[in-house]
């Protein structure tokens, strides 16, 4: 039996057509429907806010994306145009979405990171605003995000109370690489302390404290 490939017009023997789309269209743009999509999760049910993957394969850094359809206003909002499209996509294709349980950062944790010399007292106190910030924003403080593209590099979105070219939507993105040891934000150049990266480690520390028993802890991160 033949067959016709609907992306170049060859026809070719049915037994082949998989070989050849892999050797032919493997890098070409797959349709969203219910068993290809980007996976999200909900990072913020009262605005809306949810972390979108970039790529169907392998880790990426989510972006943010607001899909509020309830209440007085609705905004559906990416920090990407290109994102925007692919939100429309999935509304209307009637995608579903899961949410993501926030964990509630206990003071004393932070604290004792501070006895163990992994930041100062302002940096605490600095966290600790941060998450008073938060609660009265009815915003989850710090989420982690997971779809399962990689076992080495963590991310979490934390909530951003200022609006920046970095952060357009309230929330940011921070990734931890275990192989490599290394934080990274979009608001701080690498190896520099910023707020988002102390919130992540006190969320870290709290619920994977064998990250920093299984690797030599940097200050400067």
């Not at 170049?8 to 743009?29: E, F, I, V, W």
């Not at 939100?87 to 944790?109: D, P, Y």
């Not at 604290?111 to 106190?125: I, N, Q, R």
């Not at 109370?161 to 940011?172: D, N």
Request: with cysteine; net charge positive.
């Amino acid at each position: 039996m033949k067959m016709t490939c609907p992306h170049c017009g060859l026809t070719l023997r049915t037994k082949n057509y998989k070989a050849h789309m892999m050797r032919r269209h493997s890098n070409q743009s797959i349709d969203v429907c219910l068993a290809s999509h980007l996976h999200c999760v909900c990072v913020d049910e009262t605005t809306g806010l949810f972390a979108v993957q970039r790529t169907g394969h392998g880790f990426s850094v989510p972006v943010h994306v607001q899909r509020k359809t309830w209440g007085m206003s609705h905004n559906i909002r990416c920090e990407l145009e290109e994102c925007q499209q692919y939100q429309l996509l999935a509304q209307r294709s009637g995608l579903g979405f899961k949410t993501v349980k926030e964990v509630f950062l206990q003071e004393h944790i932070v604290m004792e990171m501070v006895d163990l010399k992994f930041f100062g007292e302002a940096k605490a106190a600095t966290c600790i605003k941060r998450q008073k910030a938060a609660q009265m924003a009815h915003a989850p403080l710090c989420v982690r995000v997971d779809f399962g593209g990689s076992s080495t590099q963590i991310c979490l979105s934390v909530f951003e109370p200022e609006i920046h070219s970095f952060c357009r939507l309230g929330r940011i993105f921070v990734t931890y690489n275990a192989l490599r040891n290394t934080w990274h934000c979009a608001c701080a150049k690498p190896r520099i302390s910023c707020p988002h990266k102390n919130i992540t480690k006190w969320h870290l520390f709290q619920t994977q404290r064998d990250i920093f028993k299984s690797t030599e802890y940097t200050l400067y991160f």
